[in-house]
């Protein structure tokens, strides 16, 4: 570490102690230049349409962890269903958006090329480090050299939340990409952010401010939420929160109808398939129910709808 980023870790540290808890990141935040407020009745009158974008999803890693943290283990339905804490195997995904105007993007971002055996290079903290079981991780596409492989550059980045394992990827980001997230992903206060906010600040270093989506409240009162991105209805923000405050999830207009990705309102196909919300990674689990159960409603009403989930296929 050097001189500078242990001083600077030092004061968060020094701050954090003081106020007995610690934002969950210091990075800079301000409003999204991008997105255009739509209610549920116009989006979904469009979805089903065949649009102009492409979604690849791509597996950056596999990862093995406790099946407590993906799924509300305490669920009637899990109980019944005789689930107990196991190792539970998933994957951490970057989903590839191409516009035909506004390039490539991606929802989410992997891991990037160091993440799993240099974490310290990427800013993160022995104890996050540990935490993390890095041994149980098997990097597939770290998204330094995917984004390498592609003929055209990134445009930006839209996040379903800021949680370690779906920023992983942001060193690999070209720097000055816009980067996008739902609203008040820095602010959650808990002690633990004494350990955690360090290796979030490290992950986002270098990068603009993370630009906010502006929700404004769903004239038709099936959302929280929604926008249209780019205000031409190919790919459409969700506001979901309760996984985090600012969860979002995203639908995507593709030639082959709608795809949408839930980000980790669901974490896993069981808890998908029987609507129980995720395990003690979730931050409101009541929440994080409503939202769920909302987007189950939404690829119900529309059954081509193509629906990729956090953690597994
Ligand atoms: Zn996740």
Redesign the pocket.
């Known amino acids: 570490m050097n001189r500078a980023r242990l001083s600077k870790r030092l004061a968060l540290a020094a701050f954090c102690l003081g106020a007995a808890s610690c934002a969950y990141s210091s990075h800079a935040v301000r409003d999204s230049d991008l997105g255009k407020p739509i209610g549920a009745k116009a989006m979904e009158a469009a979805l089903d349409l065949p649009g102009p974008v492409t979604v690849d999803t791509v597996v950056s890693a596999d990862w093995i962890v406790p099946l407590a943290g993906l799924l509300n283990l305490g669920h009637a339905k899990a109980k019944a269903a005789g689930l107990s804490d196991r190792d539970e195997p998933m994957q ?1 995904y970057f989903h590839a958006l191409r516009h035909p105007s506004r390039g490539l993007w991606v929802v989410d971002t992997g891991i990037a090329k160091d993440f799993k055996d240099h974490p310290a290079d990427l800013g993160i903290g022995w104890l996050v480090a540990r935490e993390l079981h890095l041994e149980k991780m098997t990097t597939r596409n770290a998204l330094g050299p995917w984004l390498a492989s592609q003929k055209e550059p990134l445009a930006g980045v839209m996040l379903t939340h800021l ?1 370690i ?2 920023i992983s990827g942001m060193p690999d980001v070209p720097r000055g990409t816009p980067t996008f997230a739902g609203p008040g992903e820095t602010t959650p206060r808990a002690a633990t952010n004494l350990v955690l906010a360090g290796s979030i600040d490290g992950l986002l270093a270098g990068h603009g401010p993370l630009r906010q989506w502006q929700y404004q409240a769903d004239p038709d009162g099936v959302f929280e939420g929604l926008l249209d991105v780019f205000g031409d209805g190919s790919v459409f923000a969700i506001f979901a929160p309760g996984h985090t405050p600012g969860s979002t999830a995203y639908a995507v207009r593709t030639p082959q109808g709608p795809v949408l990705l839930v980000g ?1 309102n669901c ?1 896993t196909r069981w808890g998908w398939d029987h609507g129980v919300e995720p395990g003690h ?1 979730t931050g409101d689990q009541t929440k994080n129910a409503v939202s769920l159960g909302r987007l189950k409603a939404l690829a119900a009403r529309h059954p081509a709808m193509v629906v990729r989930l ?2 597994q296929e």
């Open positions: 951490i949680h394992d779906h980790d974490h990674f956090g953690h």
